[in-house]
């Protein structure tokens, strides 16, 4: 997905944001020559820093020192001693799964549970876990959170690591938000209104056009479109706990999980903590136990469907004080597996760089003739649009 996006000041009293769509499947990639064919210096520059790798050598997946491996319930965990920043660490918990395999009915609940995790769980009761990490200099929102978007859910802890104990600790919260979220229908009735202001938020003018875009870009009958994290409102209002508690069992299964170990500690003592609270019999995890690992759920492949000819599409918005139009061009997804997959993206990422020098410097000189600038911000990219739309992400 390669975008072409500019953005122009508009009079309040005839303000009409539009958005521009244009997507053409493509069926093969252009070259790197061709594309870097008026900045030479830059392709001399890759090539020259690549000469001595073979592109079809692996990418490594990890770095250097990286402890890995997969308990006995499928669970995979990922520990890496980093000092810097000191007495600090980034603990992980990543589920495998986001809003895509809602059905219509459940339409928001996996970030309802997410929500519900930092209310209560087995062993914290009355948001205790929020109380028990602003404690220990943790704070909540900045240094305890989580998302859900898409495809999966993920909750973040940031911690010190100056005092024994607090590392495993934490650990703990995030076994709690794996295995033990108290899903009862007085928590539930107590997170919706967190929930229902965060869906209001969402109606924004800027959420309500992403909204759209992503339409335009997808077209109808996608997943995608179909299944924006945030939810519906009617969902949310009466969603019962019941559809939450099963939908909680069968995705968050231990066998779909990661857990992810960053900081300033002692790598081994951390991996033997991983291996002592995560590894359970998904069977024996009480009061919700799961299926065997064998029959944990697969993760869904929705792909953005490809679209003939070019497509436009144009929104407006009262609330919104500037027009903004982009130009997509949607092409395959390259997967980056080896040093050539490496190689042709930094040359994207580096034309990108200095063709959107070449239009900031355009943006800040104005129209040749004088006059008005035609626009404030011009930018051009290539990415894969779907997770990174923040406002779809809850």
């Known amino acids: 997905h390669t975008t072409l996006s500019t953005s122009s000041c508009v009079r309040p009293q005839c303000a009409t944001p539009k958005r521009e769509l244009g997507s053409m499947a493509t069926q093969s990639q252009a070259p790197a020559a061709e594309l870097l064919a008026s900045f030479s210096n830059l392709s001399a520059l890759v090539d020259g820093q690549a000469a001595s790798a073979d592109p079809a050598d692996q990418l490594p997946l990890l770095p250097p020192g990286t402890d890995t491996g997969v308990l006995s319930n499928g669970l995979t965990y990922y520990v890496l001693e980093n000092k810097e920043p000191k007495a600090r660490a980034e603990l992980f918990l990543v589920v495998g799964f986001g809003s895509l395999v809602e059905e219509e009915e459940e339409r928001g609940i996996a970030h309802i549970i997410e ?22 200099g943790a704070p909540f929102g900045a240094c305890q959170n989580a998302y859900t978007t898409f495809d999966r859910t993920v909750y973040t802890l940031h911690v010190p690591t100056d005092k024994e104990g607090l590392v495993d600790e934490s650990l703990r919260v995030l076994r709690e938000f794996a295995f033990y979220t108290r899903i009862s229908e007085e ?32 077209g109808s ?14 969902v949310i209002r009466g969603v019962s706990s019941e559809i939450l508690r099963a939908f909680y069992r069968k995705f968050y299964h231990p066998a779909r999980m990661a857990v992810v170990a960053v900081g300033d500690f002692d790598g081994a003592q951390v991996t033997k903590s991983i291996q002592e609270l995560f590894d359970l019999a998904p069977e024996a995890i ?51 597996r080896t040093v050539g997959d490496f190689k042709r993206r930094m040359k994207e990422d580096l034309f990108h760089r200095a063709l959107g020098s070449r239009l900031l410097r355009l943006t800040v000189q104005g129209p040749l003739g004088g006059g008005p ?3 404030f911000t011009a930018s051009t990219d290539t990415s894969d649009p779907l997770p990174a739309l923040s406002p779809l992400s809850a």
Not at 115 to 135: D, M, P, Q, R, W
Not at 301 to 306: E, G, K, N
């Open 373 to 375: 600038r035609d626009f």
């Open 187 to 218: 928590d539930l009735d107590k997170e919706r209104k967190v929930v229902l202001e965060e869906w209001r938020e969402s109606r924004s003018a800027n959420g309500r056009l992403s909204e759209r875009y992503i339409q335009a870009l997808c």
């Open 286 to 336: 009480e009061p919700l136990p799961r299926c065997c690992s064998a029959d944990a759920p697969e993760r869904p492949r929705y792909a953005v469907p490809d679209s003939e000819g070019v497509r436009v599409a144009s929104s407006t918005d009262p609330e919104l004080s500037f027009a903004q139009s982009m130009l997509d061009c949607k092409r395959p997804r390259f997967p980056m």
């Open 115 to 136: 929500h519900l995790g930092f209310s209560a769980t087995k062993a914290y009761e009355n948001h205790a876990i929020v109380k028990f990490l602003e404690s220990i």
């Open 221 to 234: 009958g996608c997943r995608w479109c179909e299944r924006l994290p945030i939810g519906k409102e009617e």
